[in-house]
């Protein structure tokens, strides 16, 4: 025979039998294994889903901020801003300001003797809308937090499981080589490395949008005391 031939019958030979693709390891895996690493999979999948639209969802609403606070600080009155923004759906800073300029429209109008409480009632518009929007933001952010917490104990599980079916399948056989003990063991181990890879990027994305988070209330805070403040000074030349 030809040598060539022969070594490719060697290659091909070792190819089959290696077993070492993460497609076979899923196949030869038991059915309990199987469910763990499907599972650790759709949750790394929505996880990433999740983080890829926090990421756009946290850059528009810093960008929407930056925009507001430039036209707020521009020298425009506040009545013309309102009326531009009001026409429009608002979010991030901006709704922040027309929650406030409507609750102030309406105490003010019609009804002077109203202005003892309309600081107290804008400042309570204020912290609501603060509360909706954080909410907005963070929403979903939950499913990364149990995700990085569970996804290795998880894998861990599938890897616990895989190991005591190896062990099994070694006393039925009584066959102790490495090429009978490998196979089960590298299966059972996937699991833990799918549950890793899931974890991983779930909680470096949670911390990260933690931090934003906490970045964008802080800004809305201070507006809203900036915008109490402008309020109490309109008060003060009403009354």
């Known amino acids: 025979m030809n040598p060539t031939d022969i070594l490719k019958d060697k290659i091909v030979t070792v190819g089959h039998g290696s077993g070492t693709s993460f497609i076979e390891l899923f196949l030869q895996a038991h059915v309990v294994v199987q469910i763990v690493m499907v599972g650790l999979l759709l949750a790394s999948v929505w996880s990433w889903a999740i983080i890829i639209e926090k990421v756009f969802a946290f850059r528009r609403a810093r960008r929407e901020a930056d925009r507001f606070e430039q036209l707020f600080w521009s020298g ?4 013309e801003l309102y009326a531009n923004l009001a026409r429009d759906r608002t979010q991030s800073m901006a709704a ?3 929650a406030a300029m409507r609750e102030w429209k309406r105490s003010v109008e019609g009804n002077i003797r109203a202005l003892g ?3 107290l009632r804008v400042e309570k518009v204020m912290d ?3 509360s909706r929007e954080m909410e907005r933001l963070d929403r979903r952010l939950l499913f990364l937090a149990t995700v990085g ?4 104990f998880i894998g861990l599980f599938g890897t616990v499981w895989g190991i005591m079916s190896s062990f099994q399948a070694i006393a039925a056989s009584k066959n102790t080589s490495l090429a009978v003990v490998a ?4 299966e059972a181990l996937f699991a833990t490395a799918l549950g890793l890879l899931a974890a991983i990027p779930a909680v470096m994305a949670y911390n990260k949008f933690s931090a934003d988070s906490a970045r964008l209330a ?4 201070a507006f809203a005391d900036e ?3 402008i309020v109490s000074r309109q008060i003060d030349t009403r009354t």
Do not use: D, W
């Not at 917490?149 to 290795?152: C, D, F, L, R, V």
């Not at 802080?218 to 805070?221: A, M, S, V, Y």
């Open 218 to 221: 802080q800004r809305f805070e």
């Open 96 to 98: 922040l300001f027309v």
């Open 227 to 229: 915008f109490a403040a």
């Open 117 to 119: 409480g309309i600081q």
């Open 183 to 186: 196979p089960g063991i590298a």
């Open 76 to 79: 425009q009155s506040l009545e």
């Open 128 to 130: 609501v809308t603060i």
């Open 149 to 152: 917490s569970t996804a290795p």
